[in-house]
């Protein structure tokens, strides 16, 4: 009879960190903030995720790969929960992620220390050439978490996450 796996969280969170986000594979779901907790008791896990967004259509996504990854440790069960309470914040988002994000060509958002409608009046610099002469062109960019610029001086379309 083959001896159980024994896992520690710090195990759990590193396997975590290599989950993509569904919608930026660039960065991972523990980049972004969306895995809050795990808790291990002998061979169940429990994962506990904020989605940035209360509809987030890649919900079941991270579900099935937060799964993969820590059953690929030996885990025997793992559930995911999912809570609101605290909502996301883009201040979850990890210096890391930011960087990657900007590397990739969406805009990260801006700091905002709870005060939203402050940056929301800050233009987005432009990932290509970071000209902070852009304009809005839409709230909403290809995902509920994005808007759509154009930088006035590259001419470039860009999306930058929105501060949240």
């Known amino acids: 009879m ?6 520690d ?8 960190d290599t989950v993509p986000d569904p919608e930026m594979p660039c960065v991972s779901l523990v980049e972004l903030g969306i895995v809050r907790q795990v808790d291990v008791q ?13 509809g987030c259509p890649a ?17 025997d069960a793992v559930a995911v929960q999912v809570t609101h309470d605290p909502p996301w914040t883009s201040e979850w988002i990890t210096p890391a992620a930011r ?8 805009a990260p958002p801006p ?7 402050a940056v929301l009046l800050i233009p987005a610099s432009c990932p290509r050439c970071g000209s902070m002469d852009t304009r809005l062109q839409n709230s909403f960019g290809t995902t509920p978490c994005r808007m759509i610029f154009t930088c006035n ?4 379309p860009f999306e930058q996450f929105k501060p949240l």
């Not at 969280?9 to 975590?16: D, G, Y």
């Not at 002998?42 to 209360?54: E, K, L, M, N, Q």
């Not at 700091?111 to 409608?117: R, S």
């Not at 001086?153 to 470039?156: F, I, V």
Request: net charge negative; with cysteine.
């Open 2 to 7: 083959a001896t159980p796996t024994k896992l």
């Open 9 to 16: 969280a710090q195990q759990i969170w590193e396997a975590l």
């Open 42 to 54: 002998g061979g169940a896990v429990s994962v506990t995720i904020t989605p940035t967004f209360s």
């Open 59 to 75: 919900y079941e996504v991270m579900g099935e790969q937060i799964k993969a990854a820590v059953k690929g440790l030996g885990a």
């Open 99 to 106: 960087a990657k994000l900007l590397e990739n060509g969406l």
């Open 111 to 117: 700091y905002h220390k709870g005060n939203v409608e």
């Open 153 to 156: 001086h590259c001419l470039e």
